[in-house]
């Protein structure tokens, strides 16, 4: 019997011939990233328990980023980045991306992809549910806690369990008011969100192979949405291109054997697929736009690791360029590289910068913001009885702020659409 992907990137990095699913094994790591939210009390629990002779295995191998609660006033929020900033100066460590520097990258899952440090066939950790995205290069990823995290830091090796894989087909071609997105939705409204838990997703077909990496990294962040463990798309030429570009690491490509064994395979045909959302409050609460149109709507958000890369801003732009929002609509780059991206990337020769401030859009400085709610003063944030309809990944009550208010979680397309008439409303009627 042969081996899925997800296997043998695990068997490479355990030293082994082979792995089965179920089988519990020592992984050397590749790379370990965490940030503001999680650094501090990692490094808290590094501290206690290799006590005052604690080394950092590999401080090449350290990845931090502060991004989720820093363009805030709040003084805990600000207390956690002086952590990572002590650490960072205390040890030397190479790899800190610190805010208010030009260092700052933003969001820590575009960010890996962005500085190189996403490299097919390798492993990484990190201290955030969604560090699956970075799966969408070929390689192994998966979010962690705060003990694991530390016990990395000071051994680079974790002890995991070899995962289940489910395999899911996107034949056809994507029509031109889907986006990865729409995918994601159909996916987990079929599974749920328990139906991968600790088990691999993998991404195949020519649906997804005719992706660009933005769009890829779509479907593999939102594979934790249904509980799994990692979410992984083989490497191709796109990949090698992206990679390549960023940095000179070497790495090698897997590929899932024929005869390799899946817990369940799914098959579409993306050319038949519709708009969809996620309803309050839950990501596998799938419907069509169809269904839903017409809910009325208090704002809209267009930002995130899922929804705020530069294919969605341009997707979105499409929409927005040369019209006006009907209720406030907030543009939130997920990454600086992406901020700069807004101004130098036109439509009709004019940026999509300017194309957002003309349509009426807040456009915030490059971070999680209002994703996962954060302190009062966040960009974004939902308040009291609020509905919005935004391209993040989670939608449960209190998710982006208030308990009550309602998420649609939606792509960038559906989300603009929105933005033009104050009501949810199905993209296909504007392009």
């Known amino acids: 019997m042969g081996m899925t992907i997800t296997e043998k990137i695990l068997a490479k990095a355990s030293g082994r011939d082979k792995v089965n699913p179920g089988e519990n094994i020592w992984l050397n790591v590749d790379v ?73 990258k933003g969001v820590c899952h575009i960010a890996l992809a962005e500085e190189g440090y996403n490299v097919p066939g390798t492993v990484l950790f990190g201290t955030d549910s969604h560090t699956c995205t970075s799966g969408a290069f070929g390689m192994f990823s998966t979010g962690v806690g705060n003990t694991d995290a530390a016990f990395i830091l000071g051994t680079g090796k974790i002890w995991e369990k070899v995962p289940e894989s489910l395999k899911f087909t996107f034949e056809g071609e994507l029509p031109p008011y889907l986006t990865a997105k729409d995918l ?7 599974i749920t969100t328990d139906g991968g838990t600790y088990r691999a997703l993998e991404f195949d077909g020519s649906a997804v192979f005719a992706m660009q990496m933005d769009e890829r990294m779509t479907l593999t962040n939102m594979a934790i949405e249904a509980g799994a463990m990692n979410g992984i798309i083989a ?27 899946y817990r369940q395979k799914f098959v579409y045909d993306a050319s038949k697929m519709e708009p969809l959302v996620a309803k309050p409050h839950s990501p596998d609460n799938k419907d ?36 006006q929002v009907k209720v406030p609509t907030f543009v939130v780059p997920a990454s600086t590289l992406v901020a700069k991206q807004l101004e130098e990337e036109t439509i009709s020769g004019v940026s999509l910068r300017q194309i957002f401030e003309n349509a009426g859009c807040e456009i915030a400085q490059s971070s999680c913001a209002a994703c996962l709610g954060g302190p009062m003063d966040t960009v974004g944030r939902a308040t009291d009885g609020e ?18 208010s309602e998420v649609y979680l939606a792509s960038p397309y559906t989300v603009a659409a929105s933005a033009l008439t104050g009501v ?8």
């Not at 363009?71 to 002590?86: D, G, H, K, M, S």
């Not at 994601?184 to 079929?190: A, E, F, H, K, N």
């Not at 919005?388 to 702020?401: A, E, H, L, Q």
């Not at 949810?424 to 392009?431: K, N, Y």
């Open 32 to 104: 370990l990233m965490t940030h503001d939210v999680c650094g501090p009390p990692t490094i808290g629990i590094w501290k206690r328990e290799f006590g005052n002779d604690a080394k950092i295995w590999d401080k090449d191998k350290l990845v931090i980023f502060p991004d989720h609660y820093i363009f805030t006033a709040n003084p805990q929020a600000n207390r956690n980045v002086n952590i990572l900033r002590e650490f960072a100066a205390e040890y030397n460590l190479p790899n800190y991306y610190d805010v208010g520097t030009d260092r700052y």
């Open 184 to 190: 994601i939705l159909q996916v987990l409204g079929d």
């Open 235 to 261: 490497a191709d030429k796109v990949t090698e291109d992206y990679v390549k570009a960023r940095t000179n690491k070497p790495y090698e490509l897997f590929y899932s054997d024929g005869d390799a064994k």
């Open 288 to 323: 069509t736009v169809r269904n839903v149109e017409r809910t009325k709507l208090t704002k809209c958000y267009i930002g995130s690791c899922t929804g705020g890369k530069l294919s969605d801003f341009v997707n979105a732009a499409k929409l927005l360029f040369g019209n």
């Open 387 to 404: 509905v919005v309809i935004s391209t993040t990944n989670r939608n449960f009550p209190g998710r982006m702020g208030s308990k009550k």
């Open 424 to 431: 949810i409303t199905d993209p296909r009627d504007f392009l």
